[in-house]
């Protein structure tokens, strides 16, 4: 848990666009694997820095998303990075499950390979099972 004093002096630090907002990637602190990028804003921050537990902010439903409120797949924070810019965050993550929405491991799950496009990530768990409520 970092202190509130830390927290307000980091969010000082960063820069945020027009609205409020910092692109963040995730990262498995482990293996080096790229998870997901989403967005964060100051609230987001803090409280993801307060709780250890990664928490975005939903652009399509404008509030906190706890990541794997509803799936419970969460993120644990393990270490929080800025760039050099002060315009994007790298977060190191211990991923319980997929991180993907379409039950993958990653969201990076397209690549274009001696010239064609793959999927180069197989479905770990069906959307409906992972999102069932």
């Given at each position: 848990m970092t202190n509130k004093k830390i927290i307000e002096q980091l969010i000082?630090?960063?820069?945020?666009?027009?609205?409020?907002?910092?692109?963040?990637?995730?990262?498995q602190y482990n293996t080096g694997e790229v998870l997901m990028m989403a967005w964060m804003n100051k609230e987001?921050?803090?409280?993801?820095?307060?709780?250890?537990?990664?928490v975005y902010w939903s652009r399509s439903r404008q509030n906190l998303w706890r990541?794997?409120?509803t799936s419970g797949q969460i993120q644990e924070l393990i270490e929080f990075r800025w760039d050099c810019d002060t315009d994007s965050l790298l977060?190191?993550?211990?991923?319980?499950?997929?991180?993907?929405?379409?039950?993958?491991?990653?969201?990076?799950?397209?690549?274009?390979?001696?010239?064609k496009i793959e999927v180069i990530s197989d479905v770990k768990i069906e959307p409906d099972i992972l999102y069932k409520q």
């Open positions: 000082n630090t960063l820069t945020f666009d027009q609205n409020g907002l910092i692109p963040a990637i995730a990262q987001s921050i803090s409280t993801t820095l307060l709780e250890n537990r990664v990541k794997g409120d977060l190191q993550v211990n991923q319980t499950g997929v991180a993907c929405h379409t039950g993958r491991r990653t969201c990076f799950f397209n690549a274009v390979r001696d010239d």
